[in-house]
């Protein structure tokens, strides 16, 4: 079950809105479909990101795939925790394994995201 706070993309982040600061992570979805996660690569703090466009990636035994921003603006914080233990990106998507939180501009952005009923919706669609 996805937490109901979150927003999430079809691309599989999530998102938690805490003022003008978005947490990003990915889904238990993404992490499961990875298998074990080996290594994560992090933008630095005041880097910016751009929705739509890569701001990192994540390797797991099976594959290395780009996470995608579902928000533009800085970055303020990195979790280091998962870049010295990616696998909390498996234990804990929605909790430890939190990936970066960026300063927002333009919040209305949020609002292209899904609820966690339209990305359950989403994922049953894919038949995933």
Do not use: C, R
Not at 39 to 63: C, H, I, R
Not at 86 to 99: A, H, I, S, T
């Amino acid at each position: 079950m996805n937490p109901v706070e979150l927003k999430y993309s079809k691309s599989h982040e999530w998102a938690k809105v805490e003022g003008n600061t978005v947490t990003l992570g990915i889904t238990a979805h993404a992490q499961d479909s990875l298998g074990d996660v080996v290594f994560v690569e992090l933008p630095d703090n005041d880097t910016t990101v751009v929705a739509g466009e890569a701001f990192g990636t994540v390797e797991s035994v099976k594959a290395v795939s780009d996470m995608i921003a579902p928000v533009s603006g800085k970055v303020i914080d990195y979790n280091q925790e998962v870049l010295d233990s990616p696998e909390l990106l498996n234990d804990d998507p929605y909790g430890e394994g939190w990936l970066i939180k960026v300063e927002v501009d333009d919040l209305t952005v949020l609002d292209e995201l899904l609820s966690a009923a339209e990305y359950e919706a989403f994922l049953a669609e894919e038949g995933q």
